[in-house]
T-cell receptor, first 113, second 115 residues
Framework: AQSVTQLDSQVPVFEEAPVELRCNYSSSVSVYLFWYVQYPNQGLQLLLK??????LVKGINGFEAEFNKSQTSFHLRKPSVHISDTAEYFC???????????FGTGTRLKVLA | GAVVSQHPSWVICKSGTSVKIECRSLDFQATTMFWYRQFPKQSLMLMATSNEGSKATYEQGVEKDKFLINHASLTLSTLTVTSAHPEDSSFYIC???????????FGEGSWLTVV
């Protein structure tokens, strides 16, 4: 079984400051890792994904994440946030065999002017 | 890019009635579709996995007789909430995949309010 932990339920940050959203996972099998963003009253948009290869993954909107196998983490980072980045961010793992997604509880990023 | 569309985006229904939500893959054939529900300020919970032409596989705790899922074609899956009650009010999201190993795309979600 897999599980995903997003320790921070809310992260306030000032505009143009850097941000890191934390994600830790546990799994007895190999998994794929994802970050999704959800804007108010909308579905999910894929930010980035780690399938294999380089542990540093770059996504859309200037976001990147680093897969750390020893720490079972996949933290999301952005060097300079914008007001428009205010949204809910979900980390997810996917079983490589079944492709079922397990989502974390989400982190609400609020960018302040 | 691939697009998955849900309809309706918002629906209000009376308690005891049934409501159907459609999930369509617009520019690819989705061999597998997934249905999730999301309560306010909570994460997405997988309800069921549906493969085209076969019965859906429900997650533990999900009532298959209440949440009817049909995946009759490679571009359409439907979720029918039967005899809806206020506690069924939620945000329902589908996702679709074109074959094992390919990217999964999410729909925009459907808000269901049962009054």
């Amino acid at each position: 079984a897999q599980s995903v932990t997003q320790l921070d339920s809310q992260v306030p940050v000032f505009e143009e400051a850097p941000v890191e959203l934390r994600c830790n996972y546990s799994s007895s099998v190999s998994v794929y890792l994802f970050w999704y963003v959800q804007y108010p009253n909308q579905g999910l948009q894929l930010l980035l994904k780690y399938l294999s290869g380089s542990t540093l993954v770059k996504g859309i909107n200037g976001f990147e994440a680093e897969f750390n196998k020893s720490q079972t983490s996949f933290h999301l980072r952005k060097p300079s946030v914008h007001i428009s980045d205010t949204a809910e961010y979900f980390c997810a793992v996917s079983d490589k065999r079944t492709y079922k997604y397990i989502f974390g509880t989400g982190t609400r990023l609020k960018v302040l002017a | 890019g691939a697009v998955v569309s849900q309809h309706p985006s918002w629906v209000i229904c009376k308690s005891g009635t049934s409501v159907k939500i459609e999930c369509r893959s617009l520019d690819f054939q989705a061999t597998t579709m997934f249905w999730y529900r999301q309560f306010p300020k909570q994460s997405l919970m997988l309800m069921a996995t549906s493969n085209e032409g076969s019965k859906a596989t429900y997650e533990q705790g999900v009532e298959k007789d209440k949440f009817l899922i049909n995946h009759a074609s490679l571009t359409l899956s439907t979720l029918t909430v039967t005899s809806a009650h206020p506690e069924d009010s939620s945000f329902y999201i589908c996702s679709a995949q074109q074959g094992i190993g390919n990217t999964i795309y999410f729909g925009e979600g459907s808000w269901l309010t049962v009054v």
